[in-house]
């Protein structure tokens, strides 16, 4: 079954073309790939699927429902949620109060309830704050729930991020580069615990991702855009092996030298 496709998707900025009649399908309970190089519109891809930006021509679907033109809360309550390349965090609240800032789309609770502390306001925050706490021990954070986001390692915070994401309840969660700045030990902790999103609670993983090497220990199937253009698709292997997929990030990094040396 496929969960989100998008078809011809064309994102433009000005005369940059970001995505260029992008074809992209992820099915359900799998770990989905989608690697390039910098700048190759990745990021801007998950910011079209989850309202944020609006694609210029194409459409996505989200179990057969059009939802491209949506606003980002709407996609959160229809089951997607993402986490951000640079970790967006409300620093000075604790991780319990992050996670429960995302839990906000399903809370029945209105602001008159908050105002007066209506009965169902009071069961409705209990209720948060016991799944909030749930979350926190299922992403190892057990005990660090009063702890400000910013007092917390690196690697806790993207798992903390990635906590807040489940708070919505997503079918479909897109991770976007969740061991950027990671040391190797970290790295391998994330992996293990994307495969356990998606194997003990069956969510579906759509990752960016830089390393190779995660892309081949935790994905079923990879797509590779350059330049906005999809220049690859298959099995992690597959891809890794593909020339124009080489050539891609080789002359990226020989784009990049010049500049690199000249700072
Ligand atoms: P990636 O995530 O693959 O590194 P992005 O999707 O962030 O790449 O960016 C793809 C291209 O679109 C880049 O050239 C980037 O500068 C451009 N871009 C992304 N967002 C915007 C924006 N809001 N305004 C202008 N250009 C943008
Ligand atoms: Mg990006």
């Known amino acids: 079954m ?23 399908e992820v099915e359900a309970r799998s770990i989905r790939g989608l690697i390039g190089p ?3 519109g990745k990021t801007t891809y998950f910011n079209c699927v ?18 491209d033109g949506l606003t980002p809360d709407l996609v959160t309550k229809l089951g997607i949620a993402r986490t951000y390349q ?3 965090l409300f620093a000075n609240m604790t991780a319990l109060e992050n996670i429960l800032v995302g839990m906000h789309p399903h809370l029945k609770s209105t602001w008159i309830g ?15 704050t016991a799944a909030a706490r749930e979350l926190l021990a299922w992403v190892g954070l057990k005990g660090k ?4 986001a910013k007092n917390l390692p690196y690697g806790e915070q993207r798992r903390l991020e990635i ?7 997503p079918s479909l969660l897109l991770l976007d580069e969740p061991t950027a700045g990671m040391n190797p030990r970290e790295t391998v902790e994330m992996m293990n615990f994307i495969r356990a999103l998606r194997d003990d609670r069956g969510i579906t993983i759509l990752l960016i991702e830089h390393q190779m090497r995660v892309v081949l220990g935790i994905c079923d199937r990879v797509t590779v855009l350059d330049h906005g253009v999809k220049i690859a698709e298959g099995t992690p292997r597959e891809v890794h092996d593909d020339a ?4 891609a990030y080789l002359g990226a990094r020989r784009a990049a030298a010049p500049a690199t040396a000249k700072a």
């Open 244 to 247: 124009k997929v080489i050539e």
């Open 114 to 128: 908050a105002l007066f502390g209506t009965a169902t306001t009071r069961r409705d925050e209990e209720e948060a």
């Open 2 to 24: 496929i969960l989100l496709s998008s078809r011809d998707l064309i994102k433009r900025f000005g005369g940059l073309v970001a995505l260029d009649r992008f074809n992209f």
């Open 163 to 169: 906590a807040r994401a489940l708070a919505s309840r």
């Open 86 to 88: 640079n970790i967006r």
């Open 145 to 148: 729930g009063d702890l400000l």
């Open 38 to 40: 910098n700048g190759s």
């Open 50 to 67: 989850t309202g944020f930006y609006r694609a210029d021509e194409g459409e996505t679907l989200f179990r057969g429902t059009r939802i």
